[in-house]
């Protein structure tokens, strides 16, 4: 067949190909050749796992016809994944004459010598064009002034911006600041680990750190900004002083955030500094408000006071006429189903409640969760200490609203799963027997003895109705998750392979974690006082993935 005639399905064929696959491409015919080629170039992921030693880990880039074809169509690349920089590769990206194409980079890997820094400003410097720029961990310190500095002068279309959520490295209050109010004016959102301040910071540096940047632009196109960056309580001023002119310039912003779970918003840089609440203020329209519950003796005291205080004061106006706005919730316990506090929980998240952390959820009910899910169009965090259940049919329901989310931690029951022949406790499920799908009780910890009278701990959080997360059960209608970071399947009764694995690698290119693949019995010594005895945490069930999986060459860690 013509493949001239199908442009359709080469294209999703060679989106599926890495540089390895260039190698033998280039030797078929020259109509496949030409045809092939416009795509071929428009995506390039950079592994760490090139060995050059076998055929099948071999680096592309060793290949003097891979080089010398990526010069010639370097104008083609349009999305960019490094996800090492231990071999040359990075250096001969560096090299290509321009990349003006080029509209994401995604740097994984770390940044540990003066050349690899160089290469990337270069990269930064002939990427005039770039929309999405993505750096996972901070350069060593003396190198991040200029890092931040290229990428406030060279990049002026950047639209996505995020920088290192992996450590969390420190410049000074000035770097800081010039480096927010520089950015690109086209920025959409943005999202970075950065601390701004130095141990030998004095009152000499705070006057000149208040006077104009030179440069200094509005953003008014930013919707969303993520720092985290925790609050130094014997510099009160310097987080005021670094933000307030670059937040107030961010006249569309929807969502701030400050990434902290914590039990208090003392240390947020948002709710700590009446200035910085000020600037959002003015930029939003609105004040933001938290309320930080930590505990409460009485079950109808805390319902009472919850519900009177998100009630009375969320969507309320001040004597200003400035709207309130719940931003942070924090509680200990989840509010009975069906009461008042929990309907204010629901009615705070529809008007525009961002961050929603609860300690204890074994009150939580599928349809009220959903319900704060569908209706909480600036949801970015939905936090729980375990995992509440949220039925597939709630689910299916309706859709949810908020295009924000970044922390989310559910489980998904009621997924018909005829595979499944043995419960939690790995014992044979009776014809006819509705599968487990994790009631309340089931959901405490069982500690039984075995047949050789020894405590095991067994795993009643394991859920045989959820998802199968294979390819064969719809795994790549998840494809769209790209920036998925972490992903947890311990209690899940799931069948991920290696075909998974490697399909999760090329889809998902900013995922850095895959935990629960295997179920691993961990020695602990005592339980409940009984210091004599040896507990297996937890139980190992015979399904999920084979061993095989933990030996696969991947970007990102599994086990």
Known sequence: MNP?????LIEEVARHLDLSDIIHLLTINSLFHRALTPFLF?????????????????????VLEVRETLFRHHHRVRTLHIRSLKSRSFQVIADLPGLNSLATLSIRGYLTTEQQLYQLLTVLEKSPNLRTLYVERPPPTQWMEPLLKTIARALPRLQELELFIEGQPIVSPRVAREFF?????????????????????????????LLPVEGSKTHLKLKYFSLRSYVKSDEPRVAPAVLSTFLRGCKS??????TLSFKTSSLSWIHAHPEILDALQEAMGVRLMALVMVSSEDILE???FVAHE?????????????????????????PPPGSASLRALVDASRKGLQKLVICDSDYVVSSELHSILHQGHSLGMFDFDNYPTISVSDLLSAPWSSLWLTTLKIRITGIPRPDVQRDYK???????????????EERRLVREMDMNHEYVMYDPMLQVT????TLASGLDLLSGLTRLRELNVGTMDHRVGKKELYWMQRHWPYLTDVRGLMRTHVEVDGWDGVNTNIISLPFGRASGSHREVLDCKLSFFVE
Not at 53 to 58: A, E, G, L, Q, R
Not at 426 to 439: D, R, V
């Open 4 to 8: 001239l005639l199908i442009p359709e």
């Open 426 to 440: 790995n014992m044979p499920i009776p014809a006819g027997s509705p599968l487990h799908s994790g009631t309340m």
């Open 42 to 62: 428009e995506e390039l992921i950079i592994e760490d796992t090139w060995s050059g030693s076998t055929k099948n880990n071999i680096n592309p880039f060793n």
């Open 253 to 258: 912003l929807e969502v701030v955030d400050d």
């Open 310 to 334: 998100i009630g009375n004061f969320g969507g309320q106006r001040r004597n200003d006429g400035v709207q309130q706005v719940w931003h942070t919730i924090f509680l200990m316990t989840c």
């Open 302 to 304: 805390m319902e009472n």
């Open 466 to 469: 959820s998802l199968e997360m």
């Open 181 to 209: 109010e520089t950015c690109s004016s086209e920025l959409l959102s943005m999202t970075l680990g950065l601390m701004f301040y130095s141990d030998d910071f004095d009152e000499s540096e705070y006057e000149p750190l």
